[in-house]
């Protein structure tokens, strides 16, 4: 059976954003500067050096310097360990304190999108762009469709149009062809 999301080359990787909800708000995080595979492979590996465990919870109450050490480890987590350590960490924090550390509350009561647009940008280091494209995983992905959903969807290339493996490496053509027609 082939992965709902196919971002990274690990079947393993995959299956915990699949499985985790926080885990694929982590690789949302992360998808920032660096390839698809790389940031969703973060989770996994964040996982992995935490012994076991992600949850949103441990993460926030972790000592900022550790949480940035384990993001340094060999080979790094992001090409920009100690900021993404400290915007994950940020996330981690708001989920726990919004949300009681159920990374699904930001979606589960929502009867519109709008809501649901206004709870994606509350998150730190969200805005429209990223907003739009998490709303679009959980829309076309996951099924999470409040009434609307489909007029945030994004206009431009983006993961949620990812099925297959290949389509990895299409959609960073459509997006170098997308952002050379936005500058023109």
């Known amino acids: ?18 499985e985790d909800p926080f885990a694929l708000l982590v690789g949302i995080v992360l998808y920032q500067q660096i390839p698809v595979e790389t940031a ?8 992995e050096r ?7 919870s ?13 993001f340094k480890e060999k080979p790094a987590i992001h090409r920009f360990p100690g900021n993404m350590a400290k915007r994950v960490q940020t996330v981690a924090q708001f989920i726990e304190s ?24 509350a998150m730190p280091g969200f805005g429209e762009y990223k907003a739009r494209i998490y709303l679009a ?27 297959t493996p290949e389509d990895r ?4 053509a459509r ?3 997308w952002k050379a027609s936005q500058r023109s």
């Open 137 to 163: 995983v959980l829309a076309q992905r996951f099924g999470v469709q409040p009434s609307g959903w489909e007029t945030y969807l994004p206009d431009w290339p983006n993961i949620s149009e990812i099925e």
């Open 175 to 177: 997006k170098k062809e």
């Open 40 to 47: 969703f492979a973060g989770p996994y590996r964040l996982k």
């Open 98 to 121: 919004e949300y009681d550390g159920d990374t699904r509350a930001i979606w589960l009561d929502v009867d519109d999108a709008t809501t649901l647009m206004k709870r994606l940008k």
């Open 58 to 70: 441990q993460i926030a109450e972790l000592d900022p310097e550790s949480l940035e050490a384990v």
């Open 169 to 172: 490496s299409d959609l960073k």
């Open 1 to 18: 059976m082939p992965d709902l999301l196919p971002y990274t080359d690990d079947s393993t990787a995959n299956d915990l954003l699949e």
């Open 50 to 56: 935490l012994g076991g465990n992600l949850d949103p």
